[in-house]
């Protein structure tokens, strides 16, 4: 079947992709999945060229006789433009990515300002707090296929339009409600936004080349991280919060523009309502409702209502039962998955993905608990405690930058992902030993052993996932550890805080002796005690017995966060090793290539069921017995 597919799309005339997708969609039955009988139509093929034939084979070398062929060595897209054009997009991608890494932190210094403007309540800070990465996290798996049925350069536009839109809104609103929208955009956009970047790289350059873009991802997002509170606390105090949001325009502005221009990537021309009809509405509904119930009863749970009230209790568990709906949905209903399922059938990107659950966890956690850390025992405020990250982000930025280097000179990453998550968990162990004082040595080297760690793993492990995927696959495949990623964040962020209150709740006793029943419940959460106005109120005395008991209950925070990086070693382990090709294959988008990859997936699976019933039948493949040699 795949050897006649090949030589259709050899000999056969390239077809209108637009006219082959609505003929495609309008001619498949329902049960066209059960149903190969209409599997030979020629006009849904689209041309192919002969390095996509065998697409479970693994990658080889070209021959002499390749050689001669330069559509089919063309290493990347990126060849075709000029070096000023290439940088020009880069510059814009990462620009994009800057503005929405920015805000998933920038609001955390300027949140009680806003709350207080608008009156909030324990709830609506909740929410005002959580709906940027609620929205993010749950329609991160849409963009991939959405981006394979319209192409990528169309949607990454739309992306940048919903999440400029949402910062508008923000910097406009004269109420809760308002706010809560335009954050919601924000999430959305900004969710498309990190996906379609890696997107856009792996469709403009080869597996090789790509470890360096993805760095330059990495070092952005790092910086984004650390710069957030800092730019968010400066704008709050010496102009407004409303300018937290107002710099996303010019600068995102700027971005959408380049890419509009500069961006040359081949797009489909579908239908729109063709493409409407493609979508696995089924698929979007129960993951996009599946995520906001787990992730609603996650950052509930102990703060708005008890871990045990029927509200949290109900959220988590509907919320896992319409994300296993979802996989059923997937692997058997839906005709075009927002998720590739072949992703999960090799125990290899299983590692894969939990070396991503692992570091995606400690990344946050770095983020997030080290500004408390400096805030209550330092007694630093949230711009300075920005400032001091920074040997974490330098040493995360630099090896990225290296790590890539090597990757692309090696074509191997699988070492560098186990040394990385050795070098993580020796970082995240030193922070066990941070003290209640100021020891900058400690300070200083810990953080940059963490970030050397931390710092290579945000792009080897979507390099080998995607290395291990289809063309055809490969921007669901990337949706999907996008979306793994941001689970992981939110997961991190409660599991931490579970671990952080009741070992709190142990030092209490302590704490409510030496500062009394008026200061003590200022210092018994994370939010409160790492308020510095509140360490001006305290003696000497009662801050010696506040630093210690914090830094004690940090030190069994990094024990926790240890084991997770340990858990990655582990996983690091079941990895395949693979080298990366230099060739590039074009990836295709529009319904017709989707229609080819469902129809060969199918053929795919026809083979295997065909293999499985020979084995246990002992047959030869022609019906006849086999039996054994004399």
Not at 10 to 32: F, K, L, M, R
Not at 461 to 473: E, G, V, Y
Not at 496 to 521: D, T
Request: glycine share 8%; hydrophobic share 45%; charged share 15%.
């Amino acid at each position: 079947m795949a050897d006649s597919l090949d030589r259709r799309s050899h000999n056969g005339p390239s077809t209108d992709s637009s006219q082959t997708a609505a003929e495609v969609i309008g001619s498949q039955p329902e049960n066209a999945k059960e149903n190969d009988g209409s599997l030979h139509d020629e006009r849904c093929l689209p041309s192919r060229s002969s390095a996509s034939s065998n697409v479970n084979a693994p990658k080889e070398m070209p021959t002499t006789e390749e050689e001669h062929n330069p559509l089919e060595l063309t290493p990347s897209q990126s060849e075709k433009m000029a070096r000023k054009q290439v940088l020009a997009i880069m510059g814009a991608l990462c620009l994009a990515l800057f503005l929405a890494a920015l805000d998933m932190t920038i609001i955390s210094t300027a949140l009680p300002t806003i709350a207080a403007q608008f009156r909030a309540n324990e709830t609506s800070y909740t929410w005002m707090a959580s709906s940027y990465l609620l929205a993010n996290a749950a329609c991160l798996p849409l963009w991939g296929k959405i981006s394979d049925i319209w192409g990528r350069k169309i949607v990454i536009l739309i992306a940048n339009v919903l999440f400029l839109v949402g910062s508008l809104v923000i910097a406009l609103s004269n109420s809760l409600a308002q706010f809560l929208v335009g954050r919601a955009l924000q999430g959305i956009g900004g969710g498309g936004i990190i996906i379609l970047a890696q997107i856009c790289v792996s469709d403009l350059f080869s597996a090789r080349e790509r470890p360096m873009y993805y760095a330059m991802f990495g070092a952005t997002w790092a910086i984004a991280g650390s710069l957030g509170p800092v730019i968010g606390g400066a704008l709050t105090q010496k102009v407004t919060w409303r300018w937290c949001f107002y710099i996303n325009l010019p600068t995102g502005g700027v971005s959408l523009l380049i890419l509009l221009l500069w961006m040359n990537i081949e797009s489909p021309k579908t239908p729109l309502l063709a493409g409407l009809k493609a979508i696995d509405w089924l698929g979007t509904i129960t993951i996009i409702g599946g995520t906001i119930m787990l992730l609603f009863g996650l950052e509930f749970g102990g703060i708005t209502y008890p871990w045990d009230s029927a509200t949290t209790l109900c959220l988590i568990i509907f919320g896992i039962v319409v994300l296993i709906l979802f996989w059923f949905v997937e692997r058997k209903i839906a005709k075009y998955p927002i998720m590739p399922t072949a992703l999960f059938e090799s125990w290899s990107n299983v590692f894969i993905l939990g070396v991503n659950w692992s570091q995606a966890m400690n990344f946050i956690a770095g983020a997030y608990y080290l500004p408390i850390y400096f805030q209550t025992v330092l007694g630093v405020g949230p711009i300075l405690s920005g400032v001091y990250v920074l040997p974490q982000v330098v040493g995360l930025s630099v090896v990225s930058i290296i790590s890539a280097v090597v990757i692309r000179k090696t074509g191997h990453y699988l070492w560098i992902i186990r040394g990385a998550t050795v070098v993580t968990a020796l970082g995240y162990g030193l922070f066990i030993d941070l003290k209640p004082y100021p020891s900058w040595p400690r300070i200083i080297i810990y953080q940059l052993i963490a970030g050397i760690g931390i710092g290579p793993n945000f792009q080897a492990p979507l390099i080998a996932i995607q290395s291990a995927m289809k063309p055809s696959d490969v921007a669901s495949a990337t949706s999907t550890f996008g979306f793994m990623r941001q689970l992981s964040t939110s997961i991190s962020l409660v599991f931490g805080g579970v671990v952080f209150q009741n070992v709190m709740k142990q030092s209490a006793p302590k704490i409510r002796a030496a500062l009394g029943p008026e200061l003590a419940p200022a210092f018994l959460g994370t939010i409160a005690g790492s308020n510095i106005e509140n360490l001006h109120r305290l003696n000497d005395e009662q801050k010696r017995v506040v630093f210690t008991e914090y830094t004690h209950t940090l030190s069994r925070l990094w024990i926790f966060y240890t084991s997770v990086a340990v858990l990655g070693c582990l996983f690091s382990l079941g990895i395949k090793k693979t080298e990366l090709s230099r060739q590039h294959e074009v990836t295709k988008t529009g319904l017709a290539e989707q229609e080819r990859a469902r129809r060969e997936r199918l053929e795919e699976q026809k083979e295997k069921k065909r293999l499985k019933a020979e084995r246990s039948n002992g047959g030869n493949g022609n019906g006849e017995e086999t039996k054994p040699e004399v």
